[in-house]
């Protein structure tokens, strides 16, 4: 019995995986997502950080954060709508995987283009600014939760029953936006009111953050196994409204 769970399992993996790179092959080099996920983060960091006196790790902090949240939420958005309205996306909910699988092998794209850009990112922060890693292992883990966590968050829209992909990546942009502005990306928790900080606690990119933070510069607010725990919890939690905005997408007909 438990051989047969663990092939099942196997199987599973090996479908979500298959889907994975399908995706990588396909969408990665579109201009949806060299716009949406590569340039944004990097355009927006700089517009932010101009004529503001910050240190290089600081600002290699504050843009590994931006890079896994803009760069994994972009792929669901984009994907799955784009997929629906080529008639592609009915072949994978038609085939003998569980839908799950198939939510997990698209959440997995966009995390792994989150994580090759946050690595371009780290590299050019390492070699042209001299930046060093305080806790490299704490980085991994900020790098891999945070894109997974980001990317099932992005999900969520690409769920959303529609053809179109422009119907869903204004909403998206949208929330992507009111969450870096209330987190503590550009202004520090330290330097938040006690009212905004509290705000700033319901963004899952103010843990990203504070566990970037922790890991390049040595030091953070909270504690980064709060962190990692929130950014793992809400990661889960983002793919329940996907499996139930799908399930009524059948019923549509989407």
């Known amino acids: ?7 099942r399992l196997g199987d599973e993996a090996a479908q979500a995986w298959n889907v994975t790179l399908k995706d990588m092959r396909v969408y990665y080099l579109r201009p949806g997502m060299i716009m949406f996920g590569f340039l944004m983060p990097f355009f927006m960091f700089f517009s932010f950080s101009v004529r503001r006196e910050m240190a290089a790790a600081q600002g290699v902090a504050r843009l ?40 997990l092998g698209k959440t997995a794209v966009g995390a792994l283009f989150a994580i090759g850009v946050s690595l371009f990112a780290l590299l050019v922060g390492v070699t042209v600014f001299g930046v060093s890693i305080a806790r490299p292992v704490l980085l991994a883990a900020g790098l891999v939760l945070g894109s997974f966590s980001f990317s099932a968050l992005g999900l969520i829209f690409g769920s959303i029953p529609v053809r179109n992909p422009g119907d869903v990546q204004m909403p998206s942009t949208l929330l992507r936006w009111g969450l870096l502005f209330i987190s503590g990306v550009f202004i520090p928790l330290a330097e938040m009111s006690p009212a905004a900080r509290a705000v700033a606690y319901l963004s899952p990119l103010t843990y990203a953050q504070d566990l970037m933070n922790h890991a390049v510069l040595g030091m953070g607010l909270l504690d980064h196994w709060l962190d990692v725990a929130v950014l ?22 989407y």
């Open 1 to 7: 019995m438990k051989s047969i769970w663990w092939r």
């Open 64 to 103: 590994l954060a931006l890079t896994t949240f803009f760069t994994a939420a972009a792929a669901g958005p984009f994907i799955i709508p784009l997929e629906r309205r080529l008639g592609t996306y009915d072949r994978l909910l038609a085939a003998p995987m569980s839908l799950l699988t198939l939510l």
């Open 232 to 253: 793992l919890v809400s990661g889960v939690l983002f793919l329940i409204p996907s499996v139930l905005l799908h399930q009524r997408g059948r019923e549509l007909g």
